[in-house]
């Protein structure tokens, strides 16, 4: 059995089937317009997609760490590390919106070109995965924190932490793909 | 699952985030150099798929599942980036 | 199923599920919300083309006729029928219905005046100005 | 029958049927229409007769839902309807309404009868499905509103399963989407995007949960298996058709001056609709294979993995055969949306009120299942009307096929009426399984009135 909840696996290859679709997708599309995709790829900003990727890593680490902990039965312990992580996440959003902004400031929307729609698209449904994660997380930690978990009984860590994971994976591909990829 | 040492445990882990998060700053390095071709393109593209089998074989845990939870992913993975590569690859002239 | 998938894991995915897609519709609508008159030309909906679209619906064209794809498959489409055939034509053919031919489809008599025949003739021709990606595949709709 | 107040489902079932036979009437005529023009003109021309055929379905839809609301409710519950006089006089308030609608379009021409509504002061008719005057629809309103007054009540002061929770959460669906029939902007692109609201998020989401809270009551009742696993499986379910489902809603904005963005989500998303279908069908014939009472209502389980299967293959496999952007530039507004209608629409929403009926209506009329000679009736019209159901898709695939290749595709395209003459053989073949559909929907009357003793109980 994986880690965590059965459940949870169900939907976590769902979402990586969609994000897979839609990748691929994107791949088929620019092969059809190369120029256009190369070009509208030269306005986003690598520096903040980058330490986006850092910031997701870096708060999925935490998140191994608060499994870690509640391995031992350190459940405060894994309470701050989940809050560390949620953190880490918040400051994904905003840098993340800081470029939203930009790029709506801009004029650019949905239907400037189909560059800029899967760009808009991925990234968007992306955003709402890491407040979907975030508001999981922020469960299990409101449980860890009243004692909910144990060194036994820690499932439904696991099923936070395995969710938040999947969130990161799907950004590790999307970065290099959407912003670095030429 | 219980049965990993810990301070092992959460070694390796801490080396597999350094990694990653060194892997990413080359990938950042290429994108800033806004160096292209098909090269560069598999390299970056076989870095995000190591990053992503590091996140799912050592912070998911699936290292130490049943291979089938494991092959999914891998299969997933490997099914996209095969079909992106092709997909830039039928682009360049 | 495993056991250790219980009835309230499933109940908050749906739950969870039903809200974040329905927020992911909400926001999409309001993107094409906002970029729509650059697609359906609204400067040019004009009083004829509001009176137009009335006479359409208590016509009940769509009863029979597809506009964009959508209605009865019964007679020709009607969104580009004003690129197909013209005005006068449009005109001439609802005044000179039904044609009783024998054992053919009918379309009714509706008694038409016309300054309500040029109504529909303008709200046909600004639905056949709208950017519907290139649909249909060719004239013949 | 455990409470009293259930009873009040059986005049809803009894007019769900009879509204049945008369949209199975009107289809057949304008099945007939199709091959000969001029049948019935001028008296009912053809967008008369299509009014009343999908209206009818509507409403006898509808019925068939109220019904089922009022019979599982109580029991779910376990207790009595919070007002059994109110469900009665709402009954006849709807039928009425029902009927003067229905004379309404067939008596005066459809622009007088805008006029005589009311039609000038807010402008709803005259678009498909939602054709009904504005007296019709605020009859809707407030019938639902009352209906879902009644029930929630009921739900409230009673024991509270998932499956009521997903019935009403269903039926509060429907109500509150119809509201954007009441939204008609002279911008046609506008009126047809939020037309979708009702419609779509109708019939491939709210309608979907009602389905399945339906399906999963009558697979408790015939098969015994613990509510807990029929109830997670609903909730799986259900997850699967709303998360599919919304976003899915794109493939209808396709070609309609929507943003082309749509052409990527409602193709990505819709092309995953059929799993919660596929996961419906799986889930009945599991249950039934995991049954632990023998109940005497074979006619009932037959219904119920009916459909199952028939909701996969109308909604899911004719759903995703022409779902994807690329492949619907070609097919849109052709027979091939007409062939994934019918048995969309059969195959899930008739087929699962029946099943609800066959199961519902021997109990209300005091036994557990009904004769055996009753049943194998019953049974016989399963099979003629699903059947004859498969077919006229089929036919009327064929037809859309070959209207594509002549109109659409290849450089010398015929005009719409000219490949209508090509395809006439496949319009005559759809006419024939018509007539063998209603022979199967008179045997399924008939098996009502054969009386002839009752099977034995065997739990």
Request: proline residues 3%.
């Amino acid at each position: 059995m994986p880690p965590g909840d059965l459940a949870i696996w169900f939907f976590i290859f769902a979402e990586l089937l969609a994000f897979g679709i839609f990748f691929v997708a994107y791949a088929f599309a620019r092969a059809h317009n190369v120029e256009l995709f190369n070009e509208s790829q030269q306005h986003l900003n690598i520096a903040s997609g980058a330490i986006n990727t850092l910031v997701l890593i870096t708060s999925s680490y935490f998140v191994v760490r608060a499994v870690a902990a509640i391995r031992q039965n350190l459940a405060r312990e894994c309470a701050r590390w989940i809050a560390a992580a949620i953190g880490m996440g918040g400051v994904f959003l905003v840098i993340k919106v800081i470029e939203f902004h930009a790029k709506f400031s801009a004029g650019i929307s949905l239907s400037t070109n189909t560059f800029y729609m899967f760009y808009l698209s991925l990234t968007i449904f992306h955003f709402m995965h890491v407040i979907l994660g975030m508001v999981i997380l922020a469960a299990v930690m409101l449980k860890a924190r009243s004692g909910g978990y144990s060194g036994e009984n820690h499932a439904g860590v696991e099923t936070g932490a395995s969710y938040w994971h999947m969130v990161d994976m799907v950004w590790i591909i999307l970065f290099p793909l959407v912003y670095v990829i030429h | 699952m219980d049965t990993v040492h810990r301070p092992h445990f959460i070694r390796s882990s801490t080396i597999v985030w350094l990694a990653l998060m060194f892997l990413t700053l080359i990938t950042y390095a290429i994108g800033e150099a806004k160096l292209g071709g098909w090269g560069v393109m598999l390299m970056v593209l076989g870095t995000a798929v190591i990053k992503v089998q590091m996140v799912s074989d050592h912070f998911m845990g699936l290292r130490r599942t049943r291979w089938l939870w494991r092959g999914i992913v891998l299969g997933w993975l490997l099914l996209v980036a095969g079909l992106v590569t092709i997909a830039y690859l039928s682009a360049v002239k | 199923m495993s056991e250790t998938f219980t009835k309230a894991m499933a109940r908050n995915i749906f739950y969870g599920g039903a809200v974040f897609f329905f927020l992911l519709f909400i926001a999409l609508t309001f993107d094409t919300v906002q970029s729509l008159p650059k697609r359906d030309h609204r400067e040019n909906i004009t009083d004829s083309v509001v009176r137009g679209k009335h006479i359409w619906e208590t016509r009940d064209c769509v009863g029979c006729h597809t506009i964009l794809g959508e209605g009865a498959y019964f007679a020709p489409e009607l969104g580009n029928v004003y690129k197909r055939r013209g005005g006068e034509f449009i005109k001439a053919w609802i005044k000179s219905q039904p044609t009783g031919a024998p054992g053919r489809r009918q379309m009714p008599q509706f008694n038409l005046t016309d300054q309500q025949l040029d109504d529909l003739v303008s709200f046909l021709k600004w639905t056949s100005e709208i950017n519907t990606s290139n649909w249909p595949p060719n004239i013949e709709g | 029958m455990l409470y009293k107040s259930q009873a009040v489902a059986k005049p809803y079932f009894i007019a769900a049927i009879g509204l049945f036979v008369g949209q199975i009437l009107f289809g057949l005529i304008m099945g007939y229409q199709y091959v000969v023009g001029d049948f019935l003109f001028p008296a009912i021309p053809f967008n008369v007769a299509r009014m009343v055929h999908t209206n009818l379905l509507i409403v006898w839809t509808l019925f068939a839902f109220m019904g089922a609301g009022y019979y599982l409710i109580p029991e779910e519950a376990e207790t009595e309807l919070f007002s059994p006089k109110l469900a009665i006089i709402m009954f006849w308030i709807f039928l009425v309404a029902g009927a003067l609608t229905i004379v309404g379009y067939l008596a005066v021409p459809y622009a007088t009868l805008a006029q005589m509504t009311g039609n000038d002061i807010l402008a709803t008719m005259g678009r498909e499905f939602l054709e009904q005057p504005l007296p019709t629809k605020v009859g809707i309103v407030i019938v639902a509103l009352a209906f879902l007054f009644n029930i929630s009540l009921t739900v409230l002061k009673g024991r509270k399963t998932s499956i009521s929770l997903v019935l009403l959460l269903g039926l509060w669906g429907l109500a509150i989407f119809f509201l954007f029939s009441f939204y008609n902007p002279s911008n046609l692109v506008l009126d047809k995007y939020f037309w979708w609201w009702t419609v779509h998020l109708w019939v491939e989401g709210v309608w979907e949960l009602i389905l399945g809270a339906m399906l999963a009551f009558v697979l408790i009742k015939i098969t015994g298996v613990d509510r807990e696993v029929i109830e997670k499986w609903l909730y799986v379910i259900i997850a699967m058709t709303l998360i599919t489902g919304i976003i899915g809603t794109g493939h209808h904005y396709f070609w309609i001056g929507a943003p082309e963005y749509w052409q990527w989500f409602g193709s990505v998303f819709s092309a995953l609709e059929p799993i919660p279908f596929f996961m419906m069908t799986v889930f009945a014939f599991n249950m039934v294979n995991r049954r632990r009472r023998e109940h005497p209502n074979k006619a009932a389980t037959l219904w119920a993995l009916g459909t199952g299967v028939m909701s996969f293959l109308g909604a899911g496999v004719w759903g995703f055969m022409h779902t994807l952007a690329p492949v619907n530039f070609y097919t849109h507004g052709t027979q091939i949306t007409a062939a994934h209608g019918h048995m969309a629409f059969f195959g899930a929403y008739a087929m699962v009120n029946l099943t609800m009926i066959s199961y519902a209506m021997p109990m209300l009329r005091g036994r557990s299942a009904n004769s055996r000679s009753a049943q194998t009736l019953e049974m016989w019209s399963f099979w003629l009307m699903t059947v004859s159901m498969v077919f006229i898709t089929l036919f009327l695939t064929a037809a859309g096929i070959l209207q594509i290749w002549l109109q659409r595709m290849g450089s010398n395209p015929m005009s719409f009426m000219d490949t209508q003459d090509q395809v006439m053989l496949f319009y005559w073949l759809r006419e024939i399984a018509g007539l063998v559909f209603f022979v199967g929907l008179v045997l399924y009357i008939w098996s009502f009135f054969c009386k002839k003793g009752e099977a034995h109980f065997a739990a």
